[in-house]
């Protein structure tokens, strides 16, 4: 069990950190001019622009949305993993920081289909036109049904700072992984959202910071177990 603990808690971040990788590469290397690009950066939305890079590198695109999903789906275990270990100390902060953050989480996959469907919507009718669908009904397809995405959205802020507390209180790590925590927390919610070098690095690289160290130390424990009783 502490393998896989231990590889979800390696393998989640790293798989997160190269979905926010891709989907920003996504966007550079759709080839949009200048003008077009000043024209994205005037919308409200990044919706637009993440569809029309889409249109002209799909498969790109495509790669971006689904690590970044699986990336979503093994953070769970590795985010449990962590709530248990600071739960030795602050069960409480533990247990109400981990359900919030897990929301967060389940939020996260509404949104990935959502995505999903607005990218089949370019396939099927055109740039265009899937861009005035998607934007026409964009506060109600990011709210979700009842708003009840949008609100479990909240929790991975709550969540993570929730964490990061407990964490810290618990000696389970020091401040600057506490404030990568919550750094890594605050990541985008919704639909069809831009990750930019800063996502990349406040968000990713920070969650590779505050998990993979723990998921190798736990892996290097296992490892060292299994061998000592042959050592002798």
Known sequence: MNRVIGGALVVGPLVWLAGLVVRHLGVETA??????????????FAAPEQLAAYAHNPGLVTAGYALFAAGVVLMFPAVVAFARMVAVRSPW?????????????????YFSGVDLTAFRLVDTLGLSRATDIV???????????????????????????????????????????????????WVFMGVLKES?????????????????????????????????????
């Open 31 to 44: 080839g949009f001019s200048p003008e077009q690009r000043a024209a994205y950066s005037q919308q409200p």
């Open 93 to 109: 902060l533990a247990g109400l920081g981990g359900t919030a953050f897990v929301a967060g989480l389940f939020a996260r996959w």
């Open 135 to 185: 934007m026409g009904n964009y506060v109600e397809l990011s709210y979700g049904l009842w708003r009840v995405p949008v609100s479990a959205s909240a929790g991975s802020i709550v969540g993570g700072v929730l964490l990061a507390i407990g964490a810290y209180r618990a000696g389970v790590l020091g401040l600057v992984r506490c404030a990568l925590l919550v750094s890594y927390a």
């Open 196 to 232: 930019d070098l800063l996502t990349v690095l406040h968000g990713g690289v920070a969650a590779c910071l505050v998990f993979v160290p723990i998921g190798v130390s736990m892996l290097r424990r296992d490892y060292v177990g299994e061998r000592a009783p042959a050592a002798r």
